[in-house]
């Protein structure tokens, strides 16, 4: 089947770090771009970071820059979010999605991850 | 960065009915190759998002040709011919043709 499926969500303290991991599989991982969108709970989309798919572009929103690195592995066909010094208002679903291009529509989402972030 | 504004932001409908959904762009999302930088998505209850509309009037795979997209530049819209049970959720349009990718708020569709 052609999916992505993330990970690494969790129960985080204000100022702790997370991995994401976003499993992509029934595809050529390596052909697409890659997205991080986030969700906070009761709210809208918000695009966090994408990369090219080759790993050589990548950009952020302003809102995490610096606090958190969007890497991909295409040998294991996997997605990754670094997330550091994390705040309240990074809590959120978290879902990874393609596009075949860094302005195509995002034609394939995954499930999600939730990360709660809470002393 | 460019801001996408939905409206309504909620819209009740009656099933068989049609329906209409308005994004608009702050800035023209009209590139020099002819092609507007708009996607719409729907996020059904408690699902992921998925792709409805890409580059403002094209059908992405699988979705019923009831959906439809137009417009250009600045302004949007998102039709439902006729409307059924399974269209309820959150539709939401987002700006592709510039870092950072924005969307807009969000139009929750509910049934009469």
């Known amino acids: 089947d052609v999916q992505l499926v993330e990970s690494g969500g969790g129960l985080v303290q204000p100022g702790g770090s997370l991995r994401l991991s976003c499993a992509a599989s029934?595809?050529?991982?390596?052909?697409?771009?890659m997205h991080w969108v986030r969700q906070a709970p009761g709210k809208g989309l918000v695009w966090v970071s994408g990369?090219?798919?080759?790993?050589?572009?990548?950009f952020y929103a302003d809102s995490v820059k610096g606090r958190i690195i969007i890497s991909r592995d295409n040998a294991k066909n996997t997605l990754f979010l670094q997330m550091n010094s994390l705040r309240a208002e990074d809590m959120a679903m978290y879902y990874c999605?393609?596009?075949?291009?860094?302005?195509?529509?995002?034609?394939?989402w995954g499930q999600g991850t939730l990360v709660t972030v809470s002393s | 960065d460019i801001v996408m504004t939905q409206s309504p932001l909620s819209l009740p409908v009656t099933p068989g009915e049609p329906a209409s959904i308005s994004c608009r762009s702050s800035?023209?999302?009209?590139?020099?190759?002819?092609?507007?930088?708009l996607h719409w998505y729907l996020q059904k209850p408690g699902q992921s998002p998925q792709l409805l509309i890409y580059?403002?009037?094209n059908r992405a795979s699988g979705v019923p040709d009831r959906f439809s997209g137009s417009g250009s530049g600045t302004d949007f819209t998102l039709k439902i011919s006729r409307v059924e049970a399974d269209d309820v959720g959150l539709y939401y349009c987002?700006?592709?043709?510039?870092?950072?990718?924005?969307f807009g708020g969000g139009t929750k569709v509910e049934i009469k």
């Open positions: 999605a393609r596009s075949e291009y860094s302005n195509s529509g995002f034609d394939l």
């Open positions: 800035q023209s999302l009209l590139y020099s190759n002819g092609r507007n930088y």
């Open positions: 990369i090219n798919s080759d790993g050589r572009s990548i």
């Open positions: 029934g595809f050529t991982f390596s052909a697409y771009w």
């Open positions: 987002m700006q592709a043709l510039q870092i950072p990718l924005t």
């Open positions: 580059l403002g009037s």
